[in-house]
């Protein structure tokens, strides 16, 4: 039988690509750069699978792919789809929940740490041959330990996080979500709070809903104001969940003490982006999952994926 035709617009571990090339008749696309929106659209024209990480699987491309059945990004997050178009051409799209929780979890207590330490801040200090004996309170940062975390988005990385917050740092957790879920509050002994109180609470506030419609800066000015001057805001979900202006005025002014961000509303961040020269501010290039092990495990869960959606055998994770 002859396989079908799936492109990748990312180069594979050669262990997934022989995994691919098994089950299906497979093309790369074989640059470490971004694949330029035109060639990508070149290529769609007659696969039936595409794996992607974050190009937009929109009307535009949909309309070129007469024979695409299914999209399969690498990654949890699937704001890059639009699902109602893709049901409307019936194609399937999938994503790679669970194999990265702990590892995004890992990088959020990291920004937290690195936020309420400010290690990026006195690392680059003590590099410059700035380090001088004597009083060192310009140097103090924060506890985080016994301190209240506060977790908007309860779902598999909120509770990832909750987990270590609780466990590894004692600090009293609650969290914000659509839903409540009260399993999860009896088993790690955390508190559900209304959005109001989380942020006029929380001494650690984490954002890590996904971007929609609805959660579209949903941390903004408003939000910034309700929140105590000495905490410490994380976001590692998507830069367009939070009004970045909104966040460069409350650290301009003092509303809240630091930031520690692995996404922003642009990416990769102009240069300018004045979140970049302040010291408060923590700033990651959206690294969340990014070790080696997760993004193999995240390409490999990708893969077959595509491969139980092409083939009809077997489960897959869809969006
Ligand atoms: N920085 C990085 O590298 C990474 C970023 N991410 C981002 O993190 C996101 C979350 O991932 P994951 O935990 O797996 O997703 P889940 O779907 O498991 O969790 C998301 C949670 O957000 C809640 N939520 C959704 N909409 C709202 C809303 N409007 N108000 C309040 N709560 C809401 C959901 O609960 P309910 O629907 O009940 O409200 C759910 O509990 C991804 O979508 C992605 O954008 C993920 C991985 C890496
Ligand atoms: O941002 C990363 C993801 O997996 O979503």
Redesign the pocket.
């Known amino acids: 039988m002859t396989k079908q035709k799936v492109f990748s617009e990312k180069q594979l571990p050669q262990n997934i690509q022989s995994y691919l090339e098994e089950h299906v008749d497979l093309k790369v696309w074989d640059k470490s750069t971004q694949m330029p929106r035109e060639l990508l659209l070149k290529e769609i024209k007659d696969v039936q699978g595409l794996i992607t990480t974050g190009s937009a699987i929109n009307e535009e491309l949909l309309q070129q792919a007469p024979e695409l059945k299914a999209v399969s990004t690498i990654?949890?997050?699937?704001?890059h789809f639009d699902t109602e178009a893709m049901r409307k051409y019936k194609v399937i799209g999938t994503h790679t929940?669970?194999v990265?929780?702990d590892?995004?979890a890992d990088?959020v207590m990291a920004l937290m740490l690195s936020a309420a330490r400010r290690i990026p801040e006195l690392d680059a200090m003590t590099k410059r041959g700035e380090w001088k004996k004597g009083d060192d309170n310009p140097r103090f940062g924060v506890d985080v330990h016994h301190k209240k975390l506060g977790i908007?988005?309860?779902?598999?990385?909120?509770?990832?996080i909750a987990k270590r917050g609780k466990n590894g740092f004692d600090m009293e957790v609650s969290y914000?979500?659509?839903?409540?879920?009260p399993e999860v509050e009896e088993k790690l002994h955390i508190e559900y709070k209304s959005?109001d109180d989380l942020l006029s609470e929380s001494d650690f506030i984490v954002l890590?809903?996904?971007?929609?419609p609805?959660?579209k800066h949903?941390i903004g000015e408003k939000e910034f104001k309700q929140m105590k001057n000495s905490a410490i805001f994380i976001n590692?979900?998507?830069g367009q969940?939070v009004d970045e202006q909104a966040m460069i005025e409350a650290l301009q002014k003092g509303e809240i003490l630091a930031a520690g961000l692995?996404?922003f509303e642009q990416e990769p961040v102009e240069p300018t982006n004045p979140l970049l020269t302040m010291k408060n501010v923590v700033t990651l290039p959206?690294?969340?999952?990014?070790t080696a092990e997760t993004r193999n495990a995240m390409a490999m869960l990708a893969a077959k994926n595509l491969v139980a959606a092409l083939t009809g055998k077997g489960t897959y994770y869809s969006v």
Do not use: C, Q
């Not at 908007?152 to 990832?160: H, Q, S």
């Open positions: 990654s949890v997050g699937y704001n929940p669970y990265l929780d590892t995004v990088l908007i988005g309860m779902g598999r990385i909120g509770e990832t914000f979500n659509r839903s409540r879920k959005k890590m809903v996904p971007l929609s609805e959660t949903f590692a979900s998507r969940t692995d996404v959206h690294i969340g999952s990014a």
